[in-house]
């Protein structure tokens, strides 16, 4: 097994609690291939079923879904190690509920349903970990849908500084994406993630300079 293969998978949580041999000698009856994709590359379109179980090996990857009105809403990012949409992998409606595109060059490494289930099949430890992918995928969307339809755009750009000051557990924050990316990721416009960025910094609440924000009141980020 290849070295950045084996970086993966060992950062994937479907193998979660398993060290590097033991992920080898679990995939060692598996088949499984690598695929090579280009920046801007489609992988996935939404409606389409769901055919693979694929983990990213590497590259960053874009999950959107398009609104009734055709306004693309950017719903996660994937990385080294996420699986794309497992839930969908043995569901009754196996279609696809995103379009999955490449942020950057990206390699992922793929497996047939078959091959999947002879994995899960041949190790506990890999099912338990499965279950907990799904019910972790779960929470998460339910708070995506939670931000996306009941929060206000005031509300939503405060979670957005507040999530990332949490991540980067720091009062002085730094926008790794541009604002347009960011206002997508939450369903807005960038003017509208822009008036809610100014509102905060003339109340006192923070201090913007490009791409770096200073956190300068909490409690007013609400």
């Known amino acids: 097994m290849e070295e950045k293969i084996r970086t993966a998978l060992m950062s994937c949580p479907l193998f979660a609690q398993m060290d590097g041999k033991e992920i080898e000698s679990v995939m060692e009856n598996v088949n499984y291939k690598t695929v090579e994709f280009s920046k801007g590359e489609i992988i996935a379109l939404a409606g389409i079923p769901c055919r693979y179980a694929d983990i990213v090996v590497g590259g960053s990857l874009i999950c959107s879904m398009a609104s009734l009105s055709g306004k693309q809403i950017e719903v996660s ?15 009754q409606d196996h279609a696809m509920p995103v379009s999955v595109e490449t942020d950057t060059k990206a390699e992922i490494l793929r497996m047939s349903k078959e091959s999947f289930r002879t994995l899960a099949d041949s190790n506990r430890q890999v099912r338990m ?11 998460f969307l339910t708070g995506k849908i939670k ?7 005031r509300e939503k750009v405060a979670y957005l500084i507040r999530k990332i ?13 541009s604002r347009q990316e960011i206002a997508k990721s939450f369903g807005i416009q960038k ?15 923070i201090k913007i300079d490009g791409k770096d924000i200073q956190i300068i009141n909490s409690k007013l980020i609400r």
Not at 84 to 89: E, F, G, Q, R
Not at 130 to 139: E, G, K, P, T, Y
Not at 147 to 153: A, C, E, R
């Open 129 to 139: 970990n499965f279950i907990r992918l799904l019910s972790d995928l779960n929470v």
């Open 147 to 153: 931000i996306l339809s009941l929060y206000t755009v």
């Open 191 to 205: 003017f509208s993630l822009l008036r809610g960025l100014s509102h905060f910094e003339q109340e006192g609440a």
């Open 77 to 91: 990012r994937l990385s080294r190690g996420n699986m794309i949409a497992p839930a969908y992998l043995f569901s």
């Open 165 to 177: 000051a949490d991540e980067q557990d720091s009062n002085l924050i730094h926008l790794d994406r």
